[in-house]
């Protein structure tokens, strides 16, 4: 792969623009138009530039044909911004949309802006640049067009890519304008649009990767192939803190496409192979004898214990309160999981290098490669692909670091990948954190008090008008890495802010949505909310086993949701209904911001109901999407997403959709159940209002041992049962089959059999032995 | 050697027999449409149509196993994305990061080869080992049912 040069392109700079560059590169606007024509202009008016040298400096380009291309510093990793940030551009300057294409911009890219990914800053932090980019290109455009035909720019109509004369009939492309355009000065003032003037932001609009990845087309950094290119994994350590006291790769080397199996200093020991295959066998056929460090003994229990240890002295609530309420909530880790794992292509020269790695900050890779390989920065290139998920994950960049290094220990361009495994037990994880809450309450139930103090969690005082609010945060220490993890500290801060706000709720007596409403300033925020509960009919009953929670937040944008669930006798759980509701001023692209808050949904509920990451002997116990579970298609409720108008500057949508949630979710578990689950994820707990949840219908089972490990017996008879076989299926908390197998059913309808469900995550499980009209359901526990 | 098609084209490779066909695919005939995200069978990001009827996990099935199979990767689906599914995938808007569709969409393909109009819960059965980690399905279930004219 090339770098990305077209050098049928030349751009005019007149001394007037270049200043203009210069002047605003600070706030990350730079703006050049092209023409094919006028090369030697560009030579004589700044001899020191080349026209190649100047090309990367470009925010819009317009060809002569009418293709616009728009320069997007942000990472691309299903958040959208490659269309909703060259929309505003694209706004501003009345593009032909259809005629837009996106350029990824890179860290040599000077005065295009920073290319951080993260914080939900994308839109919000470039809305007024982009805005401003657009609209120079857009008066340039009209300026031209006025002075060709001798009229006025007030009668110049910009339209879609065409000017047109108003009460006249020229018309002309800006395709056709690139010439005169680049001949007038830029201005430094354009005036923006009135945002009621907005054609192409607040429409619907899908990505514009699409193409490319419904076509198999589109390019992450594992599909980069660059020539004479080789496959690299690294040996990953057996527990936190282990290493390698020696290594044997005779058999390694033994299988075909394997080239090295080596130490690279900065890396570790690394397989270099042909292909991937061959890389990742031949790192299976390597012999290691550990040494496995001071962490062995170190596991999620562990952790927990140290965690509530470390909570030391918590402040409390006015004495006089009539009411006062503790609770204490518990997070494990959470890995971030993004499909396509880590991975990094490197291209290291002597003097040079050129990497293409899919990050949430180019040219934070770059710095990061230039320390490990000893080049200087601007001797490399960093190319930013496609990214398969982010989550905040990528804005720890040390494959790249590590790829760089292999390719240059090696002399050979690699592309460096993590396998799931690696990735799921090399992760900057969302720490465990432990949470105490006290709440004190008045005779006629209003809040007296408010203090939450967390250990590795977040703690920031909820949005509510309380009565000086105690949010505190203290830490722990464990050798484990972590890291931003999409919503970063409200993932917990919320959490445990909504949840133990609904507590003080039910204490008071009160409604849980008019209670917090009461607590909210007339407001953006108070709107979403009574939005949320007036599309969610918040009032209307619901039949029994139902329940209906709310929660809300400000953070990133202002979001409410609205959950409805449904709890079987058993414990089976079944999301029914989710209303969110955001407030994220101006949507830029509906279709992205509704997008955003069904992804983030999916998030809060695995999160909240399966998944987490525990360690175990010094090491992550998961290894893939089996023991690390996310809602599957069958357990996806429909979510309805209402975004509120608004004329306002957009604030953030990539992480705004998680933090309210989760809360949302735990809340009409209770309001289901009378169940407060305070520790996640769910699936550890039962739902089940029968405590010894053996909902026998037709015959008696004995399962044993349970809770079990990995596998267990079970033991009993089926009344009424026909031919010789049973069926044998395991549920999840929300009724999904993980597990089906048949077992044989003796004379009296006895069956005995072992079964082995060692894959799956820790929780509650339901067994169920069926033949024919005849079935046991039974409660099983994983430990 | 193992021979086998691949989107119309007749592919003789000498790779060890046990290669996984995913790692063929990318690494060999720089098919890198198909995706690796698992390599264990549990995420489905890999999958590829295999005779006109089948979604394959690629990760699982190796290069012997494909001995005169006629495969279709996501490249080979349409020539112009004029397939259904693919103009509903883009039409709704159904991904994200968009790494994980291309599974998606060779898994849908063959549910609509076996099953031309899937009710929500014929979706639920064939789409519910497809990880997204994006969190996509609700679109996925929209474009499956548009592509399916129902």
Known sequence: MNTMKNKSITEIQTPTRRSFLIGIATTGVGIVLSSLTAKSEVLNMIPEQTAQSFEPTLWVKIDPDGTTTITVARSEMGQGVRTSLSMIVAEEMDADWSKVKIRQSRPDFTGIGAQFTGGSSSVTGSYNNLRKAGATVRAMLISAAAKKWGITEANCIASKGVISEKNGSRKITYGELTDDASKITVPTNPSLKNVADYKLIGTPQPHVDNPDIVSGKAKYGLDVRVPGMKYAVMVRMIAFGASIKSFDATETLKIPGVLKAENVSGVGLVVLADNTYSALAGRDALKIEWNMGNNTTLSSASISDRLRAGIGSVADVPSNSTQKIEAHYELPYLAHATMEPMNCVADVRDTSAEIWCPSQGGDSTRSGVANAIGLPANSIIVNTTLIGGGFGRRLSMEYASFAARISKAFKVPVLFMFSRQDDMRGDYYRPASYHVCKGGLDANGKVTGWVHKSVNGGAQNPPYQLPSPNSSATTVNFPIPTGAWRSVEHTSAVFVNECFIDELAFAAGKDPFEFRRDMLPAGRFRTVLEKAAELAEWKKPLPKGWGRGIACTNAYSAVAHVVEVSVSEQGILKVERVVAVVDCGIAINPMGVEAQMQGAAVDAMSTALKSEITIENGQVKQSTFRDYEWLRMNEMPKIEVHIMASTQSPSGMGEAGFPSMSPALLNAIFNATGKRIRTLPVQRTSLSAVENSEITTHGEINVFPNPFHSSFKIDGKLSNSQSGEISISIQNLLGSTLLETQGLLGNEGNFLQEINFSPASAGVYFLTVKNGKSAIMRKIVKE | ?150
Request: charged residues 20%.
């Open chain 2, 1 to 150: 050697m193992t021979t086998f098609t691949v989107n119309g084209q007749k592919k003789t490779l000498d790779v060890p027999s046990e290669m996984p066909l995913l790692w063929v695919l990318r690494d060999i005939l720089n098919l890198t449409g198909t995706k690796y995200g698992c390599g264990v069978g549990v995420c489905g990001a890999c999958s590829v149509l295999v005779d006109n009827s089948i979604a394959v996990r690629s990760c699982l099935a190796t290069c012997a196993d494909m001995e005169g199979k006629n495969i279709v990767t996501i490249e080979g689906l349409s020539s112009d994305n004029s397939h259904p599914l693919q103009k509903a995938w883009m039409e709704l808007d159904v991904p994200q990061c968009g790494y994980c569709q291309a599974g998606q969409i060779m898994n849908a393909a063959a549910l609509l080869i076996n099953n031309p109009k899937p009710t929500d819960e014929d979706i639920n059965e064939s789409m519910k080992d497809d990880v997204c980690r994006c969190g996509t399905y609700q679109r996925i279930r929209e474009a499956i049912h548009q592509a399916a004219g129902n």
